[in-house]
């Protein structure tokens, strides 16, 4: 009976310790970048945060309209920088990455 208690405690164990590892290898994967884009109103916040998410490897987006800022999370290995500014600028915006020191 203790035997197989000890090994059901080591099964719960390694399983609980595997899930922790990949979920850090998964969010590893992830890179966030933001851009300063010309958003001035209401509508054009909402054309981005309806057509960006949809963009291959976009896991996240957020906007700040006041500071025309838009924060991007998406996968290393589906996009990069460079595609996802040219989805932004298809849209009819203009933006430029902003280092995280001038934010």
Sequence with gaps: MKVVKVVLVAVVFFLATSVVFSQERI?????Q????????CHSCEQK???NIP????????????????VTI???TSRTN???LKK?????GFTCTEVKPAEK
């Design 27 to 31: 969010n590893s994967r992830d890179s």
């Design 81 to 83: 920088k460079e595609n």
């Design 33 to 40: 970048i933001v851009f300063s884009v010309n958003i001035d």
């Design 73 to 75: 999370t998406y996968r």
């Design 54 to 69: 949809y963009e291959r490897g976009v896991r996240n987006l957020n906007t700040n309209l006041e500071k025309q800022l």
């Design 87 to 91: 989805s932004i600028e298809k849209l």
């Design 48 to 50: 981005i945060k309806k």
